[in-house]
């Protein structure tokens, strides 16, 4: 089973730069996140969805968006890249929400805007 | 202060001892997971707990929810222990993640 997969896993962008983080699951599952993770940091919720079509704005969503057409992919589009967009993001799914489902993460991919 | 701290932050051992890392939170939870993150990157769950203790090979979780705290041992550690290991809260669909604590066992 393939799981959680995203891409690219790295990229490098000038300022001001658009670009589409990809992620995929094959688990059928409900709940997809993503998260960027900071040197020294805890992961931070970016945007979450609790299904196809429904999507939701987590701690830090500026400068960011998504979408969920279907309940396999879900898109994260980096508009007009800054430099503090460089991170690691990771995708994420569970069956169910945090409170009661495992997490599966993608291997992650590294940004770095300049 | 960050709603969920973890400690030590980095932590080396010899091969064979008994690790301890903690993790204390301070807003009301429904669940809390340790997470497992490798050299190359990639994160894996090792447990999700809502009360109580679970066990599942060399590792052990446990948590106290009056005192907002949960403890993850590992015995007889291996130097293929060496990860980041992070502990997560979750409250309805909101999550929020420790720094995580570098391990790193030598042989």
């Not at chain 1, 998260?35 to 939701?56: C, E, F, H």
Request: hydrophobic letters at 35%; charged letters at 15%.
């Amino acid at each position: 089973n393939a799981g959680v997969t995203q891409t690219p896993k790295f990229r490098i962008l000038k300022i001001g730069q658009s670009m589409t983080l990809q992620c995929t699951q094959d688990m059928n599952h409900n709940y997809m996140y993503w998260y960027r993770q900071d040197p020294g940091m805890g992961l931070k919720l970016i945007y979450y969805s609790v299904g196809a079509g429904i999507t939701d704005k987590g701690e830090v969503p500026n400068g960011y968006n998504v979408s969920r057409s279907t309940t396999e992919d879900f898109p994260l589009r980096l508009e007009l890249a800054a430099p503090s967009q460089t991170s690691v993001y990771f995708c994420a799914s569970s069956w169910t929400s945090g409170d009661t489902g495992e997490l599966f993460f993608g291997e992650g991919s590294r940004l770095t805007v300049l | 202060k960050n709603e969920v701290e973890q400690s030590p932050q980095n932590l080396t051992a010899q091969e064979g001892e008994f690790i301890t890392i903690n993790c204390s939170y301070s807003v009301g939870i429904s669940a809390l997971h340790w997470l497992q993150q490798h050299p190359g990157g990639g994160i894996v769950s090792l447990f999700m707990l809502s009360s109580g203790k679970k066990k599942h090979g060399r590792l052990i979780a446990t948590i106290n929810i009056q005192e907002k705290h949960s403890s993850l041992h590992i015995t007889a550690s291996h130097p293929r222990d060496s990860a980041v290991y992070i502990c997560a809260v979750s409250g309805g669909n909101d999550m929020r993640f420790g720094a995580g604590t570098r391990l790193t066992v030598k042989p």
